[in-house]
């Protein structure tokens, strides 16, 4: 389920990025794949070019990377970096395309194309996701990277789609919480639940788990006879959430007024706000 909901997306920005490089430059040129030594720059880098129409792109990174390796001063050398990284991307070899990506980074973070550089570091991470279940290691480096992203590019080309699988992993992170906090409220173990509860509310604000999360805040807080605390996310949830199923099922448990009438009185909810830092 999480492999289907991570990847059911078309990465159209890779595309287009890519076209732009295909367009910088003519393929209608013919190389002998196999002698490399010595080929002028536009040569070298069209052959490369030419591996990737023809759906070899694991050879278009090694023929990307010889331009560096020919040509070191040549513009072409520049784009020819992470051309090679973004070959290896569509080869799955992932670990060789951000090794070339951090290597991009490090030595032009002033690129026009760095954007581009640090997006694809956040795919590679997001394409190993398998299981977030088993290791959710893969996941929260790929949230993380898609954050430093958007941080540094807040309106950029890619931040669209960073936001969106940002919050699937995030998500996706919550939901683990979310499994193990609810295990430990079956069994009696509620402030250990209370725990998993809090860190989604305030790691995992952008995943669809904050609702829940508030209700079972709510009902364990009032298992342990925390009224006060339970009453302040119910009404964080009721703010924030005030059409979410979970928070008509804390407000029935809670058996106080309604989403309608706390919104009346937001200077209350203000202070709330402050005191739980639900928001950063």
Request: glycine share 2%; hydrophobic share 40%; proline share 4%.
């Amino acid at each position: 389920m999480l492999k289907c909901n991570l990847h059911s997306m078309k990465i159209l920005p890779v595309l287009l990025f890519v076209y732009i490089f295909f367009s910088s430059c003519s393929s209608n040129r013919q190389t002998d794949p196999v002698e490399q030594v010595g080929l002028p720059v536009d040569s070298l880098y069209n052959e490369a070019l030419d591996a990737v129409y023809s759906g070899n792109p694991k050879q278009a990174a090694s023929l990307f990377e010889e331009v560096e390796l020919q040509h070191p001063y040549s513009t072409w050398a520049v784009k020819a970096q992470l051309m090679a990284a973004w070959a290896y991307f569509e080869a799955n070899d992932y670990p060789r395309s951000l090794a070339s990506i951090e290597r991009f980074i490090e030595l032009y973070p002033a690129h026009i194309d760095v954007e581009y550089a640090f997006y694809l570091r956040a795919l590679c991470y997001y394409e190993q996701i398998v299981d977030v279940e088993r290791d959710a290691a893969m996941t929260q480096r790929a949230m993380d990277a898609f954050s430093e992203l958007l941080r540094r590019f807040p309106n950029g080309v890619y931040a669209q789609d960073s936001k969106l699988k940002r919050d699937l992993a995030s998500s996706n992170l919550a939901g683990k919480e979310m499994a193990v906090g609810r295990f430990y409220f079956r069994q009696g173990y509620i402030s250990a639940a209370i725990n998993r509860f809090q860190k989604v509310t305030d790691q995992y604000q952008s995943s669809n788990q904050v609702p829940e999360a508030l209700y079972r805040l709510t009902a364990s807080y009032t298992i342990l006879n925390l009224q006060e605390e339970a009453n302040r996310s119910l009404r964080v949830a009721q703010y924030n959430f005030p059409n979410s199923t979970w928070t008509k099922k804390a407000e029935t448990l809670m058996g106080i007024e309604t989403s309608d009438s706390v919104k009346k009185n937001n200077s209350m909810i203000n202070n709330i706000f402050n005191k739980i830092n639900i928001f950063k």
